[in-house]
């Protein structure tokens, strides 16, 4: 059993040590100058203080701070909210998820991505994205503005059920991931002419997390099974070794879905749920041992290795010593 709390507190004085000087706000990297909030900086400290119970009460000076600081990121004039190192799809859909957390909205409509709203433009967008060879960086794009309308209340249930029977039928028959016809690269993590096959799970995640929030069940689940067991197995994987990352979070929620969907494979499941889990425990373990005064310095990939530790001690609460229950955000609502 692993004792977490040394951890915790750990990531909560790096919260603080992120906190820039706009109130409310708070820098992704421990570098970044201290005068500026940052967008994904801000959002990953709501995400991390929901995961660890911490949010700054309803109505308090703080959570109004927060709140309003995550707001101020968006551009009245299209709607988006701009962050830096990912697509601005992304980082609208992150700070709208992150204000849900608050039981907040954007100020202004998303009108960047009302064309996306009629049915033609929603099918051509997705179609055209890269499935072959970026799978993973584009699923944040292909979800993200799923997760981003929907949590605006700009999307109505006609629109969800065409997003949902695009992916219901782009479905991969051999592999359960998205996209059929896409999945080309070789089994064994190269890839002559497409991307390996670890990007196309980790991008179908995304969709997932989508599909989940509306019960919306896998069209292929036992493929989904082979294909996580297959990576597993052979070690395609890329576990957190020296700093924090989302892999577990994206494997782990993915294959505890699939757990949920079918019995097919069941034991050898668990036993990649515990294998992977216990790695990360122990990784988490090791990080805390680091010495006191130090902090981590990017917040984003903490709020990963977070986000991973709640689903780590939902399904193995036996390996975790904790005094808090952990909230997977996941469970509320979607996007990370």
């Not at 603080?16 to 900086?41: I, K, N, T, V, W």
Request: hydrophobic fraction near 40%.
């Amino acid at each position: 059993m692993i004792n977490i709390e040394p951890f915790i507190q750990k990531v909560l004085r790096t919260l603080d040590a992120h906190r820039s000087e706009q109130e409310g706000g708070y820098r992704r990297m421990l570098a970044d100058p201290p005068e500026a909030a940052e967008l994904y900086g801000t959002a990953d400290a709501a995400i991390l203080l929901y995961t660890l119970g911490e949010l700054p009460a309803a109505g308090s000076a703080e959570h109004e701070g927060l709140s309003r600081t995550l707001q101020g990121f968006q551009q009245p004039e299209d709607g988006l909210f701009p962050g830096a190192g990912h697509h601005a799809i992304h980082s609208t859909a992150f700070a709208v998820s992150a204000l849900e957390l608050l039981d907040a909205k954007p100020l202004h409509p998303l009108k960047a991505l009302h064309p996306l709203k009629e049915r033609s433009g929603l099918a051509a967008f997705l179609d055209g994205l890269d499935w072959k060879h970026q799978p993973w960086g584009e699923s944040t794009k292909g979800a993200g503005v799923y997760a981003a309308l929907v949590l605006a209340e700009e999307a109505d249930n006609e629109w969800e059920d065409w997003y949902f029977d695009w992916l219901w039928k782009e479905a991969d028959p051999e592999t359960g991931l998205w996209r059929q016809g896409a999945i080309t690269g070789r089994g064994d993590g190269a890839s002559d002419d497409g991307a390996p096959l670890f990007h196309h799970l980790a991008g179908s995640f995304h969709y997932l997390f989508n599909q989940d929030c509306r019960k919306r069940r896998l069209r292929y689940p036992e493929q989904l099974a082979d294909t996580c067991l297959t990576l597993f197995q052979s070690g395609q994987i890329p576990l957190s070794e020296g700093s924090f990352s989302f892999v577990e979070l994206d494997v782990l929620y993915l294959v505890v879905s699939v757990m949920g969907q079918t019995s097919h494979r069941a034991e050898e499941l668990k036993e990649m749920v515990q294998a992977i889990g216990g790695h990360l425990l122990a990784f988490i373990a090791g990080r805390a041992a680091e010495p006191a005064d130090e902090v981590y310095e990017d917040l984003h990939t903490l709020c990963g290795s977070v986000c991973a530790l709640a689903i780590v001690q939902s399904v193995l609460p036996e390996q975790v010593q904790a005094d808090r229950v952990l909230n997977k955000v996941l469970d509320r609502r979607p996007f990370i």
